[in-house]
């Protein structure tokens, strides 16, 4: 059962979220996303920074995907692939 209330308040936090970050792409946990990685100490020393790869959004941080889907070595945080977060939730730049 869907509870309403609850619906209601996570939609009010997405808006209020886009008006303060207005033009940035939101990205959800568990959504795979194609993003260029930072050149930020993790993904130099993975030797992907610049890379266009496709990440997946955990709940405390990024996982970054092989060409076919595989994972890439260990998950990173949010940050360090190029997440960031603000009182809306978790968004591209």
Same mark, same amino acid.
């Not at 209330?5 to 792409?25: F, H, S, Y």
């Not at 939101?26 to 930020?40: K, M, N, T, W, Y």
């Not at 790869?53 to 955990?58: C, D, M, N, T």
């Given at each position: 059962?869907i509870d309403?209330?609850?619906?209601?308040?996570?939609l009010?936090t997405?808006l209020?979220?886009?008006l303060?970050?207005?033009g940035?792409t939101?990205?959800a #946990?568990?959504e795979?996303v194609?993003?260029?990685l930072?050149h930020?100490?993790v993904?130099?020393h993975l030797?992907?920074?610049g890379?266009? *790869?496709?990440v997946?959004?955990?709940?405390?941080?990024?996982q #970054?995907?092989d060409?076919?889907?595989r994972?890439?070595?260990?998950? #990173?945080?949010?940050?360090?692939a190029? #997440?960031? *977060?603000?009182e809306?939730?978790?968004?591209l730049?």
């Amino acid at each position: 059962m869907i509870d309403e209330g609850r619906a209601q308040r996570e939609l009010v936090t997405i808006l209020d979220g886009m008006l303060a970050n207005p033009g940035v792409t939101r990205v959800a #946990i568990g959504e795979r996303v194609r993003v260029r990685l930072p050149h930020s100490e993790v993904c130099m020393h993975l030797r992907v920074a610049g890379q266009v *790869r496709e990440v997946e959004v955990l709940e405390h941080g990024a996982q #970054i995907l092989d060409e076919d889907g595989r994972r890439f070595s260990f998950p #990173i945080t949010h940050g360090e692939a190029g #997440i960031f *977060r603000d009182e809306g939730g978790l968004y591209l730049p």
